[in-house]
């Protein structure tokens, strides 16, 4: 009876869960998200992990580009700057 119980609180617990991811999914934004990490984005220049709350966002000919700091996004602007559109990204 218990063990009853114990599932269905996990199914509940499954459902609340999904709910919210999907409550997220369809956000204010129509912005196509990668479909490996939602909420974590890499920074370009220094590599680190960001979440995407707390990144400073750069809209680069019309692409999103996430940092860690003003520092970054500066950084990454001189870089374009300096190289003519021949971007071969270093993504891992
Ligand atoms: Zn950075």
Same mark, same amino acid.
């Given at each position: 009876?218990?063990?009853?119980?114990?599932?269905?609180?996990?199914?509940?617990?499954?459902?609340?869960?999904?709910?919210?991811?999907?409550?997220?999914?369809?956000?204010?934004?129509?912005?196509?998200?990668?479909? +490996?990490? @939602? $909420?974590? /984005?890499?920074?370009?220049?220094? &590599?680190?992990?960001? +979440?995407? @709350? $707390?990144? /400073?966002?750069?809209?680069?000919? &019309?692409?999103?580009?996430?940092?860690?700091?003003?520092?970054?996004?500066?950084?990454?602007?001189?870089?374009?700057?300096?190289?003519?559109?021949?971007?071969?990204?270093?993504?891992?």
């Amino acid at each position: 009876m218990a063990r009853l119980l114990v599932s269905l609180l996990f199914l509940y617990i499954g459902y609340r869960i999904v709910k919210a991811l999907f409550a997220k999914k369809s956000g204010r934004e129509p912005v196509p998200a990668p479909p +490996a990490a @939602e $909420d974590t /984005v890499q920074d370009p220049i220094c &590599g680190v992990y960001i +979440a995407k @709350e $707390d990144a /400073v966002v750069g809209t680069l000919e &019309g692409t999103r580009h996430y940092f860690c700091s003003m520092d970054c996004l500066e950084k990454f602007r001189d870089r374009l700057d300096h190289t003519p559109s021949s971007n071969s990204g270093g993504t891992a």
